[in-house]
């Protein structure tokens, strides 16, 4: 039986490891070198890749029966019962400008269950985590999503497409209901730290099109144990699977999902 709560604090002592190292490496990091182009605007660095080596390395000596979803494709391996979701940098293009945030992002699940999550902010040094059962933490002290209810009072975030831009109008259109009606929309670059940001109330409210496992189970996990709600477009569970997710408290849920749903909810990319 793993003990999920110890490991969970294991894999923090992982994450710092490999916060460091990618610290260091940034030091003497070239952009021109270092870089390459996935697709369009979707980039990765040399440091990406070797943050994932450390952290698969880290987690199979962890947990061996574990397999892996990686964003930078160094491990194929998939587990009977466990599961591994990570992002080694969360938001490598901040990363590449020298920006903050930019995160590493760990899930566990379990089957189809989420039981762990972990993001780290690297610049801040800001630990969130949660683990099956437990509250939500920032660097040991428990958190909770906000209480706001109002659009009036609301903070929302949100992240751009950057590749598929299929629901782009639609986007645009619930974004410029929510500038109007809202106290303000950002824009961070970083989809886990967006989440964790909502858990801890910094934010009320999230959504964005588009992600992949990677960006979102970790830090939809740890809003849940927060006490938030997570779904996707339509109100289902389905946003680790078709990217398209909301987060926010459960005092403003129904009118942020409604502007959301209305504008982006049903409608499939082309």
Not at 51 to 61: A, F, N, R, T, Y
Not at 66 to 72: D, T
Not at 228 to 239: A, I, S, W
Request: with cysteine.
């Amino acid at each position: 039986m793993v003990d999920i709560k110890k490991l969970c604090f294991d894999v923090q002592d992982l994450v710092l490891e490999t916060a460091k190292m990618i610290r260091e490496e940034r030091e003497n990091f070239k952009p021109d070198e270092q870089v390459e182009e996935k697709g369009q605007n979707d980039f990765v660095t040399s440091i990406d890749k070797l943050s994932e080596e450390m952290l698969v390395k880290g987690l199979s000596e962890r947990l061996p029966e574990s397999g892996f979803v990686v964003e930078e494709g160094t491990s194929s391996k998939k587990g009977e019962i466990y599961n591994w979701v990570i992002d080694p940098i969360d938001g490598t293009t901040n990363f590449i400008h020298g920006l903050a945030p930019h995160s590493i992002s760990i899930a566990l699940m379990r089957g189809d269950a989420l039981i762990m999550g972990i993001v780290y902010e690297i610049v801040h040094g800001e630990m969130f985590y949660a683990w099956e059962g437990s509250a939500a933490y920032l660097n040991g002290d428990e958190i909770r999503v906000s209480n706001t209810d109002s659009n009036k009072h609301a903070l929302v975030v949100t992240g751009f497409p950057y590749t598929n831009f299929s629901k782009i109008s639609n986007y645009f259109d619930a974004m410029l209901e929510l500038m109007e009606q809202t106290s303000g929309i950002r824009r961070l670059g970083s989809a886990a730290i967006d989440l964790c940001y909502v858990a801890c109330g910094r934010f009320d409210a999230f959504w964005e099109y588009g992600l992949h496992a990677w960006d979102v189970a970790a830090g939809a996990f740890i809003v849940k144990q927060a006490g938030g709600k997570v779904c996707d477009f339509e109100g289902g569970n389905h946003y680790i699977d078709n990217g398209n997710i909301i987060a926010t408290n459960n005092n403003y849920f129904n009118i942020f999902y409604e502007i959301v749903n209305r504008h982006l909810g049903n409608k499939k990319d082309g």
